[in-house]
């Protein structure tokens, strides 16, 4: 039997080939290798059934494919073609044929004795290659995608949440160059899936950093979906549906764009929609709030002798409503003679000041609207958070931040949920919030392979995926070159998933040091 397009089809089992033992390359508990019969189509990622002993199965996977003939070298194949002569047609064909490759999955009596020389082999049913790829037995499967064989057998796969999304393990990682390794797009088609599947037990929080890629994910397509792209969906056990319940929030814009006052670069007529059906907000950051999360928005900022840790604590002490107010304050404690007898010198309060008037002239730096509030929709970051409930989605834009608030939004929604799961939020109930899943594109930005610690935002991300397992708070991740991020953000990652990429990035990241060659090409 096998599965055809998600229907069961009588079909009587193929022999395709058999198995190749020989004295340099004998067959051994986790590798055959098989001749494949005339006009055979096989592919690389194919997944085979082999006859075994005491009546069982042994399944494979193809890894490599190779034509041999008996040719001595490539000069005979020269001389037999009457000496370089490109129309000279033998008269008889050299012996040749193909032989593939394919690393032991599964043994259906779990025998892991070498498949002997000379066993049949076949094409693999759809259970069959359920179970050589462990996937029988879920108690709560997540659509991942599906197979497609050369012989047309389609099988979908799913990942079990509990090690998805916890308690058993936690995290997904996904890696590839920008476009061609469609990390996003893979990531939305996860996330939907978790959404449908378990949406009574799992937020998400997503963060926009390319152009508007993520700003209308509740939206129909523009182009109705293909017979073919709806049968992938329902291939998986999915509705190929829009997702349900999404909040926006955009930078606070102080210029006023159409009826609103967001800055992003989203089509002003489905802002304007977000915006009139109460499903989009905008962020900003007054004076008290950004006193506690100033760590973050200097996260990137060396501080050897721990001197901004110093200031941080003594701002927190500063009374005023107004960023001109606080910034005049500090721009007070920079005049020679005002601290004698503090610890931190002027020279120290000169640099803050100087990172805080950088840093802080971004719209999204100001004081809470006393007039017009329905117009401009103000909220705060932490707010929106501690809003979200099982079953709905958040996306928030930080594209049009530069990097350094886009670190501090990143770290600013992390260290909230965490603070809420810790039950260090008076606000929120923790047994009312839920799992969190938190997706970051451009991971290396917020956790830099090349960091030693000393990052606020890095030891946020650290602890979320070192914690988060048992917290319920689990990182969706992506970015385009492994290499560059921090490796025990990595490490903790229990799922991974590569996309394209380039050679260099093979040679330099050790984790595609264990691929077979066939899988880099």
Not at 62 to 78: K, P
Not at 206 to 212: A, E, P, Q, T
Not at 247 to 255: A, F, I, V
Not at 320 to 344: E, H, K, L, M, Y
């Amino acid at each position: 039997m096998v599965l055809i397009s998600g229907e069961k089809a009588s079909m009587e089992t193929k022999v395709i080939g058999k198995v190749t033992a020989t004295e340099n390359k004998p067959t051994t508990y986790d590798t055959i290798r098989f001749w494949l019969a005339e006009n055979e189509d096989v592919r690389i990622f194919d997944v085979v059934r082999v006859h075994h002993i005491r009546n069982s199965f042994t399944y494979a996977i193809v890894r490599d494919l190779q034509f041999i003939t008996d040719s001595a070298g490539h000069l005979a194949n020269y001389v037999s073609s009457d000496f370089g002569d490109v129309t000279a047609t033998p008269v008889n064909r050299r012996l040749g044929t193909t032989i593939a490759e394919a690393e032991v999955l599964y043994n259906s009596a779990d025998i892991e004795m070498p498949v002997r020389d000379g066993a049949s082999v076949e094409v693999a049913d759809a259970d069959g290659i359920r179970k050589a790829l462990g996937l029988e037995g879920f108690h709560q499967p997540i659509p991942a995608g599906y197979i497609s064989m050369s012989y047309g057998t389609e099988v979908p796969i799913e990942f079990e949440a509990t090690y998805l999304l916890g308690p058993e393990g936690a995290h997904l990682n996904i890696a590839g160059i920008s476009g061609l390794a469609t990390k996003t797009s893979y990531a939305m088609f996860l996330l939907n899936a978790v959404q449908q599947r378990m949406g009574d037990k799992v937020s998400m929080i997503l963060l926009n950093v390319k152009g508007s890629d993520l700003l209308a994910i509740d939206e129909p397509p523009q182009k109705a979906l293909s017979a073919e792209k709806i049968h992938e969906w329902t291939l998986c056990g999915l509705e190929a549906n829009p997702f349900r319940n999404v909040k926006y929030l955009y930078p606070y814009s102080q210029k006023r764009s159409t009826s609103c006052y967001s800055s992003t670069s989203l089509r002003q007529d489905i802002l304007a929609k977000q915006h009139t059906e109460d499903r989009a907000f905008n962020y900003f950051y007054d004076v008290e709030t950004m006193k506690e999360k100033m760590p973050l928005l200097l996260a990137d900022v060396d501080d050897p002798q721990a001197t901004l840790e110093s200031i941080f604590d003594q701002i927190r002490a500063i009374t005023v409503s107004s960023w001109d107010a606080f910034r005049a304050n500090i721009q007070t404690r920079t005049q020679r003679g005002q601290q004698a007898g503090t610890v931190i010198q002027v020279q120290s309060w000169r640099k803050f000041s100087r990172f805080l008037q950088t840093r802080t002239s971004n719209p999204v730096f100001v004081e809470p609207a006393v007039t017009g509030t329905e117009q401009r929709r103000q909220k705060s970051v932490a707010n929106a958070v501690r809003e979200l409930r099982p079953g709905e989605a958040l996306v928030v834009d930080i594209e049009p931040l530069p990097d350094y608030l886009q670190c501090l939004v990143v770290g600013d929604i992390i260290s909230t949920i965490r603070n809420i799961k810790l039950g260090e939020d008076d606000q929120v109930d923790p047994s009312e919030y839920g799992r969190v899943i938190v997706f970051a594109d451009e991971l290396n930005k917020y956790a830099p392979k090349a960091d030693t610690g000393g990052r606020s935002l890095t030891n946020v991300l650290l602890e979320v995926t070192e914690r988060g397992r048992s917290l319920g708070i689990i990182m969706f991740g992506a970015e385009q070159f492994r290499s560059a991020v921090h490796d025990r953000i990595l490490g903790n990652c229990s799922t991974n998933a590569y996309g394209r990429t380039s050679p260099v990035e093979m040679a330099k990241c050790p984790d595609y040091r264990y691929f077979p060659d066939s899988h880099k090409a």
